[in-house]
């Protein structure tokens, strides 16, 4: 396991300098899990010179690139290089590019934002006064899949525009006096279906008849086919 250390000086050749490793493992998580323990001697002169320890290279024998995982793996030193940082609870270490996590992961006291640069993006925010979820430069869907890996079928349920304060919900709609309870109220988009305080979603009703003189009455019919709640075909 080799140790990185850094030099507060103004020499470009000798701001970050390697020590060797001085323990032989036989793979890279033997190693990685043994970087707090192991027994290590570290150069005086580091010491001496005001060397800060950062990071720690475990590496194979013939390793020529450290991007690659099955070549290297690098831990950043905790602070003031008391060993590694979060080594008691990783086995491994995140790569710039490409990592994958096993377990919890928390952002603390920040922003989350995923982004296709320069085109558009999303991000959970937490610095305002509520908690939001906000989309950047195409509209936002809100979509859920049958499989376990995002395959099988994917039921896009809500589309958020960019370009106005506008927004559609597809599919079967239901308010329900508390989630997985009872339904009061349906809205079927596909269907075309609607129904109220219980009632099961029906078609848009035809009325038929005749209104006679019923002046109220004929005011009523009107309205309602004019909302597109009843298909009004009763005569005077």
Known sequence: MHRVYLFPNNDPQRQLIIQYGQAPYTSLDEAVANVNVEAFTENPSFIQGGGILIAFIAATRTATDLSDPDQAKILGAARFGAGAVGQEALAGFAMLSGAAFTGAVSVNDANLSVLDTGVKGYRFRQDGSALDLEGSGADLLLSNWSGTAFNGTQYSHSRYSSGALAQQQAG????VDALYGTVRHTL??????????????????????????NAALA???????????????TTA
Request: hydrophobic share 40%; aromatic share 6%; net charge negative.
């Open 172 to 175: 079967l709609v239901e308010f």
């Open 188 to 213: 079927n988009g596909g269907a075309n279906t609607a129904g109220f305080f219980g009632a099961a979603p029906v078609s848009r009703p035809v009325v038929t008849g005749s209104r006679g003189a």
């Open 219 to 233: 005011s009523l019919l009107t309205g309602l086919d004019s909302l597109g709640l009843v298909d009004d075909q």
